[in-house]
């Protein structure tokens, strides 16, 4: 009987050691870190991997995410320098590089960190107007970050970016905002408008110009042709009458004309000279008598 309850109490035993064992055997996943404190002092970080801790001594105080975390604040009441009273919601992207530091360097982290953002928004805030306000996020971005990163070091974080999300101006700063750029819009589509009914008229002007230019050219073109067919009408005509002449006189030449006939070829032609507007004429003595012959002829052939 007692070696059954010996046996008994051993295999007790035994399973209590190996469930101390079993539930102090930690694995650690990856992107988180272990805080261990051992009689409530820190003892060390464990990352990633399998690890073991003393039962009864040793205490994981703290896990640690190592991922990048994204915190949204609430909207935050700022003044500007104009004193125009708006509110600002920030975005904040951290992490985490010093689990120790995150652990003990202060009480609640994300308090602190909103608390930081209010403070340092207000500032930032303070020193710009209205409209520098809403076209300045860049630079407010920026300095919160800067801010921020330097003051939450020692608390083993990591500020990577911060970005602001909205910022909502009063309720009558809005309506004169819309206003204004109303008006803008307005004032860019006239101005718009302007320009295309001018250059409208440009082309308009410039199409009749060319027009114009084209017209005249074609009539100018049409008048030298015309000119220039007239001039060789009259060339041909020209050179048809001296042709005719040249002829005559050849065909005069052929015949050997006596001195009666060339007289009275000159007759004739001091009869067309006259054309019966003449009223001296000077014959020459040469053609006098031939004149007084032919006259004499005419006599004969009227009896």
């Known amino acids: ?76 009441p700022v003044i500007t320098k104009d004193n125009v009273t708006m509110e600002i919601d920030t975005v904040v992207y951290f992490q985490i590089t010093d689990p120790k530091l995150y652990t003990y360097g202060v009480e609640s982290p994300m308090q602190a960190i909103e608390n930081l953002t209010a403070t340092t928004l207000r500032n930032i805030i303070g020193e710009l107007e209205l409209d520098e306000s809403l076209t300045s996020r860049e630079h407010i971005n920026t300095k919160i970050r800067l801010v921020l990163d330097e003051a939450t070091d020692p608390w083993g974080i990591k500020i990577n970016r911060v970005e602001v999300k909205n910022i909502t101006p009063p309720r009558d700063i809005q309506v004169a905002m819309e206003k204004q750029m109303r008006a803008e819009r307005e004032r860019r589509e006239s101005i718009l408008r302007a320009e295309g009914e001018k250059k409208s008229a440009i082309l308009i002007a410039e199409g009749n110009k060319e027009a114009m230019i084209l017209e005249a050219e074609a009539n100018k073109q049409s008048a030298i042709k015309q000119a220039e067919g007239q001039a060789e009408g009259q060339a041909e005509a020209i050179r048809m009458v001296q042709q005719a002449t040249a002829d005559g006189i050849k ?8 001195k009666e006939v060339i007289a009275l070829k000159s007759l004739t032609t001091l009869e067309k000279a006259a054309d019966g507007q003449a009223t001296k004429i000077i014959i020459p003595s040469e053609i006098a008598g031939v004149a007084g012959l032919a006259s004499s002829l005419k006599e004969v052939i009227k009896e």
């Open 1 to 76: 009987m007692g070696d059954v309850l010996s046996f008994v109490i051993t295999v007790i035993i035994v399973l209590i050691i190996v469930g101390l064992i079993v539930t102090n055997i930690r694995i650690v996943p990856q992107a988180r870190a272990y805080v261990i404190e051992r009689l409530g002092a820190y003892r060390g970080t464990w990352q990633v991997g399998l690890h073991f801790k003393l039962p009864l001594v040793d205490r994981i105080a703290r896990k640690v995410s190592l991922k990048e975390k994204v915190i949204d604040f609430q909207p935050q």
């Open 251 to 258: 065909m005069l030449v052929e015949s050997q004309p006596n």
